[in-house]
């Protein structure tokens, strides 16, 4: 079955601590990016990343951190430097070929207290 | 800049009856439109989308969309609701040249007995 995986699905943490959230895809797609969900305020770009070994800082890149070393892999890390890390996560992916139909994995819900 | 606008951010209609759901967008390129589905703390599914050609596009679950490129809408339609359609509705536009999706900030659909 094709699709994203993120991981874990609920994750806790300690303000001043940075943390990774894991997103894989096995779809063969270029392009990957990562949004974040807060109540009532739609979804927004935190990073994306057309090719391997690239990426592009979205609308609310400050604070977070992303690597794209494997085509099928793009963490983001969340780092201490965010003042409001606490929101729920979502990974997409898509052929980056022009469509831009994007396919979401499951999100992963960070909570840091 | 490109925006996507959910005028209603709450609609409660009951089981059986008809939905629609607006949506607005601005830019004058001709547009990449799409609509998505979420369920709580889940990730997001793709019911339909719009690229060129007939501006009435069928989706999943028996969804409709029609394009209407006089008014900048995209308004997602269903004859007749069932309870499992209560979740977030999400319409996203991008255009051509244009790497990323911009969201509105969504719609919450209730259905009442």
């Known amino acids: 079955d094709g699709g994203i995986t993120q991981s874990p699905k609920y994750l806790f943490r300690k303000e001043g601590q940075n943390v990774t959230l894991s997103c894989e895809q096995n779809l063969n797609h270029d392009a990957m990016y990562w949004y974040r969900q807060d109540p009532g305020q739609g979804l927004r770009l935190i990073y994306y990343?057309?090719?391997?070994?690239?990426?592009q800082k979205g609308d609310i890149a400050e604070g977070y951190s992303v690597s794209r070393e494997k085509k099928e892999s793009f963490p983001l890390t969340v780092t201490s430097a965010q003042k409001n890390p606490t929101a729920f996560y979502l990974c997409a992916s898509s052929t980056g070929t022009g469509d831009h139909e994007q396919y979401f994995g499951p999100g992963t819900r960070l909570t840091v207290t | 800049a490109q925006s996507v606008t959910q005028p209603d951010i709450h609609i409660t209609v009951s089981e059986g009856a008809s939905l629609e759901l607006r949506c607005n967008y601005s830019y004058g390129a001709t547009p990449y439109l799409f609509w998505y589905v979420q369920s709580p703390g889940q990730g997001l599914q793709l019911l339909l989308k719009?690229?060129?050609?007939?501006?009435l596009v069928q989706g999943i679950k028996g969804f409709e969309a029609e394009f209407k490129r006089s008014q900048s809408s995209f308004n997602l339609r269903k004859p007749s609701v069932h309870w499992s359609d209560a979740a977030e509705y999400f319409c996203?536009?991008?255009?051509?040249?244009?790497?990323?999706?911009?969201f509105g900030t969504g719609t919450r659909l209730l259905v009442s007995p």
């Open positions: 996203a536009v991008s255009f051509k040249g244009f790497q990323k999706l911009v």
């Open positions: 990343s057309q090719i391997v070994n690239d990426f």
């Open positions: 719009y690229f060129s050609g007939d501006t």
